[in-house]
């Protein structure tokens, strides 16, 4: 290089430095007092088309102030030098060197990004009268308007969980982005106003840099780009922007639709960032510069999700004079509600929440409130997860049927699900919710035994149908429950908080078992089957003690019965160490009911059971459900599975599970009033009671705990015979995090 910078350029003995460089080799040159970049390019010609049209965009732009860089003239007055090295033919530009240091080296203020919104407002008010074909042609994965080039970089980001994340602003973008792209203004931008290409003399911004990515896209991806650099590692990412969208709009006026879709913009950058950086280190693992980005993007791509999409769109509005849309009050939203919907579909808090939206383990309302999700476990995997919202959505624009039908879906679901189970579990009924597996689940014991009497828990419950609520003493002998019918046997609770028997070394679980059965054998009819969730949710979070199932499973085969075991809410690796709930007592029920996270929120259901059982029921009468094993709902059931396995979600369960419980025992330590702390995995709940030695529950407690959580954005609910136990059953991609925040949240409600 030193021949031709001597031979083009008249350069002697310059000081060469090798600069940081993504793409192409970069030097900067130091001679007679005057600084320069050499830019070095393989002689390609769409690259070097792209050159000559990045130099007239600096020539447009050149100004007295010096903000960008000029490209000089070699000795043949021309902007490009072509020479030879080692073979290979390559291209030389050399542009004038802007001092300054970088923006991600200087310390920060609100005034210095206010002056960069305004530094770029004006770069691109002038750009907005420049054209080139040759940029308007380029179409590459820097481009945010082409940000679904990027999507099979995915594969490339090391962690699942991260992943997932990128994944769901894909889906995100093109829901909201993308069918905007149309009405968007364009022009040519810089489109990579990061902060290293970003110059800082005193307290303005003193040049821009590296005009690589000069492209023709929607005006408003510049300040997408350069937000989603200067907010990184920033407390609050949202406070930080402000002075740019403010700064910028001083000078080129936002369109409103513009500013409502920056969210998803910023996002969308740093996912191009890490995405590229990903796939990049797998070719140059030893380049430092490739992922000098991705920790910081990473860190508040993972911050951005948790962020309400609305909140960030009102606060930029608010921010740029626009008048902020209007949202119907809660009580309107409640009252259209009533007017056709009965109120006995109840609901939470005495402040219900407008919903809007989700992603993973948080929800935001209407208003622009994120909301920390400890409760619903519907969403077993994540609110909104990109790879279940993909697989549906993939599969209903395929094919949906009924499974009279040949399709693969229920062949490589039933083959799938069937695996997780113990021998001889093996032949699967499909339906469409947990309360008609527990239907089904009946008459399979019914037929199959020949008996009627089913024998259950004291406060369980399995369904919504006639016979749910006719098996589930929660309902039955609830508010409005018509009492215990005839074929019913109820067995007492075996709970060793409040019950009976209370020692914890597998004593109890056999005192419980033997009452049941004294009462199973004393009834005047033989029991058809025992049903029963390994962990009473209704009754409180009451996990079944050791012993009880064996000794009580043996019991009822004796006389003649089945054990049914309900995993609606247990199972599908929610309790951690185990897949399913009957596993942590080593049994194996003859019928297993499945529902709720089966399909992440997607109604599907299911009933395992024997073969013997299952040809016992093909006795001429046809099972037929229509939305049960459809094609949708089996590819959703697949994904459910591939996501547990992929992100480790049973084993994150059990770790977080772990935890979550060992703080919540370290904070009843400290409050009285926590009774009593108890679940497995992410099947957590915690009992308040008035005194520890009567065990007199705290119903007021307990609801004024989950109420004011809410009120602090975090979701819980109440439970129990006493609603006095706060349940937490999240999603299963809940972190140690998440715990520390409800942990947090609890402290500050008990000491208030």
Sequence with gaps: MIKILEKYYGIKNPDIKKLDGYDISNYKIAFDSKNYVAKVYPDEREEINFVDAENKALEFLATDDGFFPVPAENTENKLLTYFEEKGQKKVLRLLTYLEGESLGNVKHTKELFYNFGEFLGKMNLKLLNFQNYT??????????????LNKKLIKYIKDPSDRKIAEYIFLQYNEHVYPLLPELRKSIIHSDANEWNTLVQ?????GLIDFGDLCYSQLINELGIAIAYAVMGKENPIEWALPIVRGYHKILPLEKIEIEILFYLIAARLVVSICNSSYTQTLQPENKYISVSQKPALELLRKWITINPIHVKNTFIKATGFEINPVKETSEVISRRCKNISPIFSLSYKKPIYMDGAAFQYMFDKYGNSYLDAYNNIPHVGHSHPKIVEAGQKQMAKLNTNTRYLYDSINEYSDRLIAKFPDPLNKVFFVNSGSAATDLAIRLARNFTGFETIAVLEHGYHGNTQLGIDISHYKFSGKGGKGISENVICLPLPDTYRGKFRTNNGGAGISYAHEAINQINNATRRTAAFIAEPIIGCGGQIPLVKNYLKELYSAVRRQGGVCISDEVQTGFGRMGDVFWGFEQHSVIPEIVILGKPMGNGHPIGAVVTTDEIAENFNNGMEFFSSFGGNPVSCAIGLAVLDVIEEEQLQQNAKEVGYYYLHELKRLQQKVEYIG??????????F????????LEPDTILANHVKNELRNHFILTSTDGPFDNVVKSKPPLCFSKENVDEVISGLIKILNS
């Design 687 to 694: 009992e308040f009671v008035k005194d520890r030695l009567t």
């Design 135 to 148: 940029i308007k042609a380029r179409q590459f994965k820097w481009d945010l308007q082409h940000f679904n």
């Design 676 to 685: 009593d702390v108890r679940g497995s995995g992410l099947f957590i709940g």
């Design 202 to 206: 005193g307290d303005s911004i003193s």
